[in-house]
């Protein structure tokens, strides 16, 4: 494994690693879809029909043979990922590049809120809840997030502008 991509829900892993991915001439992978793979069943439904404990398990037994894999690629987590189990560590050992991609809170809460439907997490949040969860959650987890290799910061650039800076600091 070559990069990680971390951070939280709607901080674009997926979209800059997609287009980091092609400009190293790298395989992309979403941590999320490789579980779905290997489920063979959406996250949406592993939450519903087995829970997030399960969802856990899964996520870091794919992450575990993932970053053991000796190809160079680009991974997306998933916004949870570093959050739970020895899966930081997991990272931190690995020969793989750890970055963050920080949004403020304000940010996230103008990407997610259009998204509400496809995030378990934040699916039966009520609209005027949403700020607030959002700004607890993402405090409870900036120190998994903070332990990145590197901290790019997101507000206000475009996929291009933040692939560009991920490729100066390499
Ligand atoms: C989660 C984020 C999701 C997905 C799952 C849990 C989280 O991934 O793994 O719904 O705990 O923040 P994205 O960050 O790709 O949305």
């Known amino acids: 494994m070559k990069i990680v991509l971390i951070g939280y829900m709607g901080s674009g892993k997926s979209t ?25 069943i959406s996250v949406l439904e592993i939450f519903e029909k087995h829970g997030e404990i399960f969802f856990r398990r899964k996520e870091t037994e794919v992450l575990k043979r993932l970053l053991a ?24 050992k690995s020969a793989a590049k750890s970055i963050y991609l920080k949004l403020s809170i304000q940010a996230l809460v103008d990407r997610i809120r259009h998204e509400k439907a496809e995030r378990p997490l934040v699916s039966t949040l009520a609209d005027e809840d949403f700020p607030e969860f959002i700004g607890k959650h993402l405090f409870e987890r900036t120190p998994f997030y903070e332990r990145a290799d590197e901290v790019v910061f997101c507000d206000g650039k475009t996929s291009e502008e933040i692939v560009d800076e991920i490729l100066l600091s390499l």
């Open 69 to 92: 894999e000796k190809e160079d690629r680009v991974l997306a987590t998933g916004g949870g990922t570093p959050c739970y189990g020895h899966n930081m560590e997991q990272i931190e």
């Open 16 to 40: 800059v690693g997609n287009l980091l991915a092609k400009k190293l001439n790298l395989a992309f992978i979403d941590l999320d879809q490789a579980i779905e793979e290997q489920e063979k």
